[in-house]
Each structure stands twice: as structure tokens, then as C-alpha cells.
């Protein structure tokens, strides 16, 4: 792969000469991923299970597979109106153009967004509008033939559902709804990426993406348990499926299993032991529901839906009050935007109500689940931790809004307020590319496999360099940040666009600042670093040699 | 899904290398894995490596996380890239006949 500064000297936004319509789609090897496997589908009972490759002249579609797309679609035009209004009101005014960060890293103008939907827009018109149907190709309409479709699954995998674009539209249309139609299109001809199909089957089966069985997910959490008293001197004892418990506690399985998301997971650990032993607040583990993502979300409303049950079936078993929600990032838009229509309401559970500090989170009304940042932050607010935030003292954090939490479910404030309790410096990236307007990592929506490694070094170029920007300027070392799926692609991608800088989850911090009844004297962060000698300034510190991380 | 003929046996592989089946690893397949990940030879830290991985993943159904790997076998994660140059998953997890992981990893 060539590097980051090559790769950002050859970028180019000039279009290709010929129309789009008449600019062949090539598949670019390292800007896709693998094809489902059918095992994977067998198991959801998805149709048209088989062994293919996208490189395949053969796709193996059934005869009838443009009777099965355009009846798809006419039955979609009919039950989501967000689905029809997209297709209709679109006037191509370019706002969302340049705002997509995949077209700002490949120059490719389908990935702009404008065009992403017109993909299927022309098809829409093709079929189902009078003009398009009289007008034909000047009308914007196109027949739907298998280089379109094979044209829809290059792009529609291309875009990572961020919702950067929609923030631009006057007309407010969210272009990942249309990718999430296009994709669930698809579906239908069982025509997936196997790294959203893998982690759908393996969540139906076991309760979370990774595939890990209960009597595994304890031993991985008793593992930790270990890793935490070696650091602390205190033994946290965690509770599994524990009938009667206060909360249910759900984070997302990559947490469990791969680093830095480790640490974050540790912290989660550390934190309900704290409310356990100091204000007697019990929170259980699920080794049922054990995954806070839906790669659902990625595949069809259908498999969203069968996924997402299980959180609730589990709070209505256990008989909890209601359900904290840790770091994961699709999981809030799943639950902020699809929940109370698709399995709600939950009625059997409580409204929640912090019982430590009174506060009613009014937002969490119906859906009954609270972010742990708006948890952590209210906390803060009424001084129920207990916090030194100077042994964070030798990480300089900015904060990368994850999609889903900030666009998709408002989570804006919280990050930031609690990281500003808990941490002593603290830099914004610019205001363009954080909150709202966000930048994506390049790799949600189920595209952070291994093979597509230049779409997501790519993709990843605007958030890569706001925080390069950053470290540059302030010496910023730590990308904190509230997503699972960026706690595993951050690091690769920092490696390339801001090699110098680290990634954790916001638990991570809270869990290092906090002052544990018991404790040992603390030397060590929870990853084995030692913690800012109190007779060094930070920013003379910083510049040694011997700061962590600097050799090698 | 491909497959590849070595030392008489044959493997069904998927697009990364790795193998179909858990229960179709062998001392051949081991050999093939030492071809493709550019490994002089394999040695008493490799066979470790695998013997762990292949028994936390009967006893799991998954690969341990690199942490335990490193626990276990004592290895640091840099060791362990020192003997599989693609590293823990990619190169050792593929040696042992474990499948990938996936999800948010």
C-alpha cells in the first residue's frame, strides 16, 4: 500500500470524461470485501445461500432475480415512507457532494452522495414514475440490468451509513437509508459481505458478533478481573444473568475480546464494581445478550429486528429496572431510531430514573436504555465519583464523535463533559469535523474486515488528518472515542494519517481517574503504563524520550 | 472456495488462506501455513503457540484474545510477530486451522 503522503498527493477530484451512466463500474482491488458464505445465511434462513466472489462474471442469480429486485423495491416504496419521499424530492443541488468522506478519500464521484442514491433513484424512476417511464434516459431513468446491480454492490458497500451527508441536505434526506434499502436489496438475492453475514449469524446463534459461548464470555471477564486487581490491589467480582438486578448491562462483544476495546471493557468492569461497593447499585452481565451492535442494522430491517429482540427478552427475564448501554456506536441509532416500532414498547420495564441521583433521563422514555456517557456524566454532575483526573495527567485527548452516538441518538455533550472530569487536557478538532458534522472512521457499517484495507485508509483520510491536525498543534497523544468498531479501526488508521496518537474508550479514562475504596497506591494505568510522574510537567514530559510509547 | 494441493493432501481454503474445517488441520496443513507465511521453520515456540490456540479454541469455540495468547504461552505480542511476521490472527490463529474472528475486531 502506498503511504500517507502519496496517497494524499495523488488525490484528484476531476470526473471521468464520459457520463455517469456510461462510466463502467471496475472493481478495485483492496475496495471491497469478501462475499458472504453460505453457511452464513443457511442459518438466518436468508435466501440464495452460495459460494461466489464479487470477481465472479457469475453471480449464480436466481432466473428471476430483476422480478425479485423490483418487487423488492415496489413492496419498500409501499412501507417506508422515508423510502419514497428520498426517491422523490431529491434536486440534485450538490450540497451533500463533498461532504462524504469516502468521496473526499477517493475522489470517486458515485461516492458522492448525491450520486450513491441516483443508483438507485434512476431505477426508481425507471419503474415506477411516469416521466421516468416516458422520458427514459432523459428523464434520469435506467433500466436495471446486472451491471447496475453489480454497479449497486461495489458503491452501496462503499458507504458506511454515517448520516455526514444527510447534516448538509436542505431537504434533510438521509442517504443511508437509502444505502440500508439498497443493501437490504441486495439481501434478497443473498448478495452480502461476509463481514456483516458472519457477525449476524454469530450473534443469532450465541447472543453476540464474536461467536463467544457464556461459559467463554465469563472466562474472558474473569481474566480481566484478574488483569484489574494486579493493577488496582482490589478483587471486582462481576454478576452474570443475575435475576433481580438493578440494570442490565450490555456493551458491545468487541469490547470483550479485541484491544484497545480491552481496556475499555476493564473499565466498565471497574466501574460497576464502584457502584456496587460504594452505593450499593447491582448491574449484571448477560452471557445471552451479550452484544450491543446489530450488524442487523446492516443487513435488512428484518434481521435488525430478530437481533435486537434479545436485549429486551433478556431485561425481561432478568427482571431489571431497565438497561444500561455501554460504548457501541450503531447500536444507539438501532435503539434512538427503530426500536419502540420494531419490538417496543417495553413496557415491562421502568422508565429510567438514575437511582443514585434522582435524574430522569426523559430521552430514554421508551426505549428504556441509557447511554453509560449520559450515566457517567449525570454521576459526575451530583459528584458521585470519586475522580483524580491527574493521572490521566500524561494523555492529551481529543475526541472523535462517533457517527452513530452523535448523529444517529444526540450523544454530543456527555462524552465531552465527562472526559473533561477525568482527564486535565483536553483539545477540540476542528468544528467541522466533530459533533454533528463528524467525520466517520471510514469502516462502520460492517466494512472494518481485513481486504478492504485501501477503502478504509482512504475513507478514513478527513478523520486521519483532523486528528493529525490536532497532535500537531496541541501535542494530542489519546483519540478517545464511544464505538466499538472505531476502537478496533482507529489504531490502523492512525498508524497511517497520525502515527504518534492512541486510541481508547472514554471508560478507560473514568476508570483510571477513579479512587477505588481499597486500592493500592497506583503506578500503572490499566494498560501496564506508568502513570505522569507528579514531579514532571506535562508538556516537558511529553517531548522525552522515555514517554510512553515513544521507543519503537 | 479454493482449494490446495500439498504434500498428497488437499485443503479447502477460504480468500485469506485460512481453512475450512477446525477438524481438517493436520502436520501438513501446518507445513503449508509455514510456506505461505514466510517461516524458516517451525519451531518449539510456534508449536506452542499452536497447541494453545488449537485447545482454547475445543475448549471455547473461539481464539483466545491476543491478552490470554500472551498470558498463556508467555509471549510477548511483539515475540509472537517475531515468529508469525502476520501476526497472532492472521499468521498463527491460520497455522492452527482456527477460523477468522469477526464483528467489531
Given at each position: 500500500m502506498i503511504d500517507s503522503k502519496e496517497r494524499a498527493s495523488k488525490l484528484s477530484y476531476l470526473p471521468p470524461k464520459t457520463d455517469w451512466m456510461d462510466t463502467p463500474t471496475v472493481y478495485k482491488e483492496g475496495m471491497y470485501c469478501y462475499a458472504a458464505k453460505p453457511s452464513r445465511l443457511e442459518y438466518m434462513d436468508?435466501?440464495?445461500?452460495?459460494?461466489?466472489?464479487?470477481?465472479?462474471?457469475?453471480?449464480?442469480?436466481?432466473?428471476?432475480?430483476?422480478?425479485?429486485?423490483?418487487?423488492?423495491?415496489?413492496?419498500?416504496?409501499?412501507?417506508?415512507?422515508?423510502?419514497?419521499?428520498?426517491?422523490?424530492?431529491?434536486?440534485?443541488?450538490?450540497?451533500?457532494?463533498?461532504?462524504?468522506?469516502?468521496?473526499?478519500?477517493?475522489?470517486?464521484?458515485?461516492?458522492?452522495?448525491?450520486?450513491?442514491?441516483?443508483?438507485?433513484?434512476?431505477?426508481?424512476?425507471?419503474?415506477?414514475?411516469?416521466?421516468?417511464?416516458?422520458?427514459?434516459?432523459?428523464?434520469g431513468a435506467r433500466e436495471l440490468t446486472i451491471d447496475v446491480l453489480k454497479e449497486w454492490w461495489y458503491y452501496f458497500f462503499q458507504c458506511t451509513e454515517c448520516r455526514r451527508c444527510s447534516?448538509?441536505?436542505?431537504?434533510?434526506?438521509?442517504?443511508?437509508?437509502?444505502?440500508?434499502?439498497?443493501?437490504?436489496?441486495?439481501?434478497?438475492?443473498?448478495?452480502?459481505?461476509?463481514?456483516?453475514?458472519?457477525?449476524?449469524?454469530?450473534?443469532?446463534?450465541?447472543?453476540?458478533?464474536?461467536?463467544?459461548?457464556?461459559?467463554?464470555?465469563?472466562?474472558?471477564l474473569d481474566f480481566f478481573t484478574d488483569e484489574i486487581e494486579n493493577v488496582t490491589g482490589v478483587r471486582m467480582e462481576q454478576t452474570f444473568n443475575k435475576k433481580g438486578a438493578d440494570l442490565l448491562f450490555i456493551c458491545p462483544s468487541g469490547d470483550v475480546f479485541g484491544d484497545p476495546g480491552t481496556f475499555t471493557c476493564m473499565g466498565y468492569m471497574i466501574l460497576m464494581h464502584y457502584l456496587r461497593e460504594v452505593h450499593g447499585l447491582d448491574c449484571t452481565w448477560s452471557t445471552y445478550a451479550s452484544e450491543g451492535g446489530n450488524f442487523g442494522l446492516f443487513t435488512s430491517h428484518e434481521t435488525m429486528?430478530?437481533?435486537?429482540?434479545?436485549?429486551?427478552?433478556?431485561?425481561?427475564r432478568l427482571k431489571v429496572k431497565w438497561i444500561l448501554g455501554a460504548e457501541c456506536g450503531h447500536m444507539w441509532r438501532v435503539i434512538n431510531q427503530y426500536m419502540v416500532t420494531m419490538n417496543g414498547p417495553a413496557d415491562f420495564l421502568e422508565e429510567p430514573v438514575n437511582p443514585l441521583t434522582g435524574t430522569k433521563f426523559e430521552n430514554a422514555k421508551a426505549t428504556k436504555m441509557v447511554h453509560i456517557t449520559e450515566f457517567l456524566s449525570d454521576l459526575i454532575q451530583h459528584k458521585k465519583l470519586d475522580l483524580d483526573p491527574s493521572r490521566n495527567d500524561r494523555l492529551k485527548v481529543t475526541f472523535h464523535d462517533s457517527c452513530n452516538p452523535a448523529r444517529g441518538a444526540g450523544i454530543l455533550e456527555e462524552p465531552r463533559h465527562v472526559i473533561k472530569n477525568?482527564?486535565?487536557?483536553?483539545?477540540?478538532?476542528?468544528?467541522?469535523?466533530?459533533?454533528?458534522?463528524?467525520?466517520?472512521?471510514?469502516?462502520?457499517?460492517?466494512l472494518n474486515a481485513g481486504e478492504d484495507m485501501e477503502l478504509r485508509m482512504t475513507g478514513g483520510?478527513?478523520?486521519?488528518?483532523?486528528?493529525?491536525?490536532?497532535?500537531?498543534?496541541?501535542?494530542?497523544?489519546?483519540?478517545?472515542?464511544?464505538?466499538?468498531?472505531?476502537?478496533?479501526?482507529?489504531?490502523?488508521?492512525?498508524?497511517?494519517?497520525?502515527?504518534?496518537?492512541?486510541?481508547?474508550?472514554?471508560?478507560?479514562?473514568?476508570?483510571?481517574?477513579?479512587?477505588?475504596?481499597?486500592?493500592?497506591?497506583?503506578?500503572?494505568?490499566?494498560?501496564g503504563e506508568p502513570i505522569l510522574r507528579k514531579d514532571v510537567e506535562p508538556d516537558e514530559w511529553y517531548t522525552r524520550p522515555d514517554f510512553p510509547g515513544r521507543e519503537e | 472456495m479454493?482449494?490446495?494441493?500439498?504434500?498428497?493432501?488437499?485443503?479447502?481454503?477460504?480468500?485469506?488462506?485460512?481453512?475450512?474445517?477446525?477438524?481438517?488441520?493436520?502436520?501438513?496443513?501446518?507445513?503449508?501455513?509455514?510456506?505461505?507465511?514466510?517461516?524458516?521453520?517451525?519451531?518449539?515456540?510456534?508449536?506452542?503457540?499452536?497447541?494453545?490456540?488449537?485447545?482454547?479454541?475445543?475448549?471455547?469455540?473461539?481464539?483466545?484474545?491476543?491478552?490470554?495468547?500472551?498470558?498463556?504461552?508467555?509471549?510477548?505480542?511483539?515475540?509472537?510477530?517475531?515468529?508469525?511476521?502476520?501476526?497472532?490472527?492472521?499468521?498463527?490463529?491460520?497455522?492452527?486451522?482456527?477460523?477468522k474472528p469477526t464483528g467489531c475486531v
Open positions: 436468508a435466501p440464495y445461500p452460495k459460494d461466489w466472489s464479487c470477481m465472479d462474471e457469475d453471480w449464480q442469480l436466481p432466473e428471476n432475480w430483476k422480478e425479485i429486485i423490483l418487487e423488492g423495491m415496489k413492496e419498500r416504496l409501499e412501507k417506508y415512507r422515508t423510502f419514497k419521499i428520498f426517491m422523490d424530492i431529491c434536486v440534485r443541488c450538490g450540497a451533500c457532494a463533498d461532504k462524504c468522506h469516502f468521496f473526499i478519500g477517493t475522489g470517486d464521484p458515485k461516492n458522492m452522495p448525491v450520486l450513491r442514491a441516483e443508483l438507485l433513484r434512476s431505477v426508481y424512476r425507471n419503474n415506477f414514475t411516469k416521466a421516468g417511464k416516458i422520458l427514459g434516459r432523459i428523464g447534516v448538509f441536505c436542505p431537504y434533510g434526506i438521509d442517504t443511508a437509508e437509502i444505502t440500508i434499502i439498497g443493501r437490504e436489496l441486495l439481501n434478497l438475492l443473498g448478495l452480502n459481505i461476509d463481514w456483516i453475514a458472519a457477525p449476524v449469524a454469530f450473534c443469532f446463534r450465541t447472543g453476540n458478533h464474536m461467536g463467544i459461548q457464556p461459559h467463554a464470555f465469563v472466562d474472558m429486528k430478530r437481533l435486537n429482540a434479545k436485549m429486551y427478552a433478556e431485561a425481561e477525568v482527564c486535565n487536557h483536553f483539545y477540540e478538532m476542528p468544528r467541522n469535523c466533530i459533533r454533528e458534522q463528524t467525520f466517520c472512521c471510514g469502516c462502520g457499517s460492517g483520510m478527513p478523520r486521519g488528518n483532523a486528528v493529525r491536525y490536532v497532535n500537531e498543534l496541541h501535542g494530542v497523544n489519546t483519540l478517545a472515542c464511544i464505538c466499538a468498531i472505531d476502537r478496533a479501526v482507529l489504531p490502523t488508521l492512525m498508524g497511517y494519517w497520525a502515527p504518534e496518537v492512541d486510541v481508547c474508550g472514554i471508560s478507560e479514562l473514568v476508570a483510571n481517574a477513579l479512587i477505588i475504596p481499597g486500592e493500592k497506591e497506583k503506578t500503572e494505568n490499566l494498560r | 479454493e482449494t490446495v494441493e500439498f504434500m498428497g493432501k488437499t485443503f479447502s481454503v477460504d480468500e485469506d488462506g485460512f481453512i475450512d474445517e477446525f477438524d481438517n488441520y493436520c502436520p501438513e496443513w501446518e507445513q503449508w501455513v509455514k510456506t505461505v507465511e514466510g517461516i524458516e521453520e517451525i519451531n518449539d515456540e510456534h508449536r506452542k503457540l499452536v497447541v494453545v490456540l488449537r485447545d482454547y479454541y475445543e475448549k471455547n469455540g473461539i481464539a483466545p484474545m491476543v491478552r490470554i495468547l500472551s498470558k498463556s504461552t508467555g509471549f510477548k505480542l511483539k515475540h509472537i510477530y517475531e515468529l508469525f511476521p502476520s501476526g497472532p490472527g492472521k499468521g498463527a490463529c491460520k497455522m492452527a486451522g482456527l477460523p
